[in-house]
């Protein structure tokens, strides 16, 4: 099993800077890849970005290329988001994720995440 705890949420303006950590327990290896999706009320989970445990392979979703960051402390068995020039369309509730390497491709695919964390809400206001 593996335990995700997700923080850094919180309330800012257009423009600012926000960065979110997500810290990992149980069962993790470098085999591991893990992600950040978001959720607005009524659309479905959205992928943002992921990380390889292993190699530090990264993958954006287009609306955040050039603006957010996502990097890992492997010592620290922690993932974080670097969220810059936020918008008021990045409000979301943020969760991270974690899953077992399967492939580049495949990173943006929620439904192949088998862990999961409680999610921290993020609201930009204009």
């Known amino acids: 099993q593996v335990q995700l705890v997700e923080s850094g949420g919180g309330l800012v303006q257009a423009g600012d800077s926000l960065r979110l950590s997500c810290a990992a327990s149980?069962?993790?290896?470098?085999?591991?890849?893990m992600g950040w999706f978001r959720q607005q009320p009524g659309k479905e989970r959205e992928f943002v970005a992921a990380?390889?445990?292993?190699?530090?392979?990264?993958s954006y979703a287009d609306s955040v290329t050039g603006r957010f960051t996502i990097s890992r402390d492997n010592a620290k068995k922690t993932m974080y988001l670097q969220m810059n020039s936020l918008k008021p369309e990045d409000t979301a509730v943020y969760y991270c994720?974690?899953?077992?390497?399967?492939?580049?491709?495949?990173?943006?695919?929620?439904?192949?995440?088998?862990?999961w964390g409680q999610g921290t809400q993020v609201t930009v206001s204009s």
């Open positions: 994720a974690a899953r077992r390497y399967g492939g580049y491709s495949r990173l943006a695919v929620a439904n192949e995440y088998d862990y």
């Open positions: 149980g069962r993790t290896d470098s085999s591991f890849a």
């Open positions: 990380i390889t445990w292993s190699l530090g392979r990264t």
